[in-house]
């Protein structure tokens, strides 16, 4: 089994997010105190392809360590020649297989958590995976297609070598709206011997304790909850650890990190881009706040870095007033 000594007992890592988890987002997410990260997941397809954006989606610093680029596809041969790549290019610390995506676009071309439905189709995709590179392979999925029936699929992996699962305990059915299953996602815990990293609705110390006390897991993935409040990770581990808890940032400090990754993702992506992306993640900081309609209009039209300014001022002064 490949070693990933970087999933120790209560970490706390980033899940990937489709058009969230940006280069910038990542290093903003690890400052805080996050365990480590993966990229936004990579078509393999388009990779081997040499497609120009996708490289660019794959592209990190030393501070996003421990790094895992995740790969989604369907095809045994096209996702082992993208590890090839990955590993003799980027070399980052480990390679993920999305077993988990439930979005339609996906699902389409048998990718994703389509890969549920077809065992022996995503274990052909982890043997030739693990066969093409040197590096740690890991799986991120779900309980099952529209039932719980990975389990049998998660010792399968065990027994081509994937090193650790993140399981996220809903089906893809379910998408993201009915409670979390932590129970079943601690049957799958106990059905293996390497690492499960438990995922769904982990938004406080609160949800983090729960997740580990119905699933057992001592290492838990946050996806959602870190949009709009990156010092979750530090607050989380600090809980798991020591059992204190941290207080809340202010709101100053909270919107520290909002200009850090505007400027950072600026400078990742150019400034049209970086502030239309800046827009969604505004929105994640706002929640909560009087006026939430009004912010919202606002939110969505930044142009500017002073737009953005003056919308957490307008945000501050409508709280405070």
Known sequence: MRKTDFITDNSVCLAPMAGVTSSSYRRLCMEHGASFCYSEMISAKALTLKDKKTYKLMEFSPLERPFGIQLFGYEPEIMAEAARIIEAELDPDFIDINMGCPAPKIT????????????????????????????????????????????????????????????????????????????????????????VIA???????????????????????????????????????????????????????????????????????????GIHEMRKHALSYLRGFPGAASLRNAAVKLETRADLEELVRRALSLKYS
């Open 108 to 195: 389409g071309n048998k990718s994703g958590s389509a890969l549920l439905r077809e065992h022996d189709l995503a274990c052909s995709i982890a043997e030739s995976i693990l066969n093409a590179c040197s590096l740690p392979v890991t799986a991120k999925m779900r309980l099952g297609w529209d039932g719980f029936s990975s389990l049998e699929l998660a010792k399968r992996l065990e027994a081509e070598g994937i090193s650790a699962i993140a399981v996220h305990g809903r089906t893809a059915k379910q998408a993201y709206k009915p409670p979390v299953s932590y129970d079943l996602i601690g049957e799958i815990r106990k059905a293996v011997s390497i690492p």
């Open 199 to 273: 995922n769904g609705d982990i938004t406080d110390e609160s949800s983090a304790d729960n997740a580990v006390r119905l699933s057992g897991c001592r290492s838990l993935m946050i996806g959602r909850g870190s949009e709009g409040d990156p010092f979750i990770f530090g607050r989380i581990r600090s809980f798991l650890n020591d059992g204190v808890v941290l207080p809340k940032p202010r709101d100053n400090e909270l919107f520290e990190t909002l200009f850090e990754l505007c400027d950072s993702l600026c400078e990742e992506k150019g400034l049209y881009i």
